[in-house]
């Protein structure tokens, strides 16, 4: 896993992996922002559901696929057979690729060993067909959740100001550097009411990982409170296409920016 940084080579699909270290901070809903903003940008995105117990982009999204990951896994199809095309697909600008997930799978939630690595190696592998590929990991700090974002070039840990979202954040950059020391995850404040109350929030984190993990994360993005994103969610689709001219959505396309373009939020 590498921190984004200068422009890539765009042949190589960079994979990109959303995480958090709790359920609740608006993970998904960022996901999908990111892939819609990035496709925006002119880049063909595959948006790929990692949680592997919760799933729900296809619900956010409203799309009905054929089939799921869970497809995948027992040998019935490949990979590339499960992706279901969102707003026009990766072909559409605006549009992206999706592979779902299987909500409520224990099954699949449980995955390791010889499964969790075919999966693994897959996505890379599927990732080459794209310029991007977003994947959407399970909030917490599980063997498949790290196993798939030690997969990734770059890692976003989505949070906000609530002191367990900080805590959590925390414990998941904790065991993610525990398997790769040179892990250097970049953050993303979500639903800030402020930008002030944000960068107090990033400032505590960072303070903590300094102190604890010799590590200095970077701020990759802020993500403004909106209330146009619970509508959008609502609505099953995505808040730029509900409401492009929003913050929310003014926010998503500034983090896509700096993610393309390797640099720490102004």
């Not at 958090?20 to 496709?39: E, N, R, W």
Request: proline share 4%; net charge neutral; aromatic share 4%.
């Amino acid at each position: 896993m590498k921190l984004a940084s200068a422009p890539q080579d765009r042949s190589a699909g960079r994979i990109l992996a959303v995480a958090s270290g709790k359920g609740g901070v608006g993970k998904t809903a960022a996901a999908i922002g990111m892939a819609h903003a990035f496709s925006s940008m002119g880049e063909r995105v595959l948006l790929m559901d990692g949680d592997l117990g919760m799933a729900n982009i296809d619900v956010q999204l409203g799309l009905q696929p054929a089939s799921d990951i869970s497809t995948v896994l027992n040998g019935r199809i490949g990979l590339a057979d499960a992706v279901c095309p969102a707003l026009g697909g990766a072909a559409e600008k605006g549009g992206f690729d999706v592979i779902s997930g299987r909500s409520g799978s224990g099954a699949l939630a449980n995955l390791h060993g010889p499964g969790l690595t075919k999966l693994a190696t897959g996505v890379a592998a599927l990732a080459l067909s794209y310029d991007r590929a977003i994947l959407d990991l399970a909030a917490g700090a599980d063997r498949a959740t790290v196993r798939l974002a030690l997969t990734a070039d770059d890692v976003v840990i989505v949070l906000n100001d609530e002191p367990t979202s900080l805590t959590d954040a925390y414990a998941f950059v904790k065991t993610l550097r525990l398997h790769d020391d040179g892990a250097s995850p970049l953050v993303v404040i979500n639903n800030a009411p402020d930008m002030r109350t944000a960068r107090d929030a990033f400032s505590a984190f960072r303070k903590t990982c300094e102190a604890f993990l010799s590590f200095t994360p970077t701020l990759a993005g802020i993500i403004r409170r909106d209330h146009n994103v619970p509508a959008a969610i609502r609505n099953q689709t995505c808040v730029s296409v509900r409401a492009p001219a929003c913050d929310a959505a003014k926010d998503l396309q500034a983090l896509a920016g700096s993610l393309a373009r390797g640099k720490e939020a102004a």
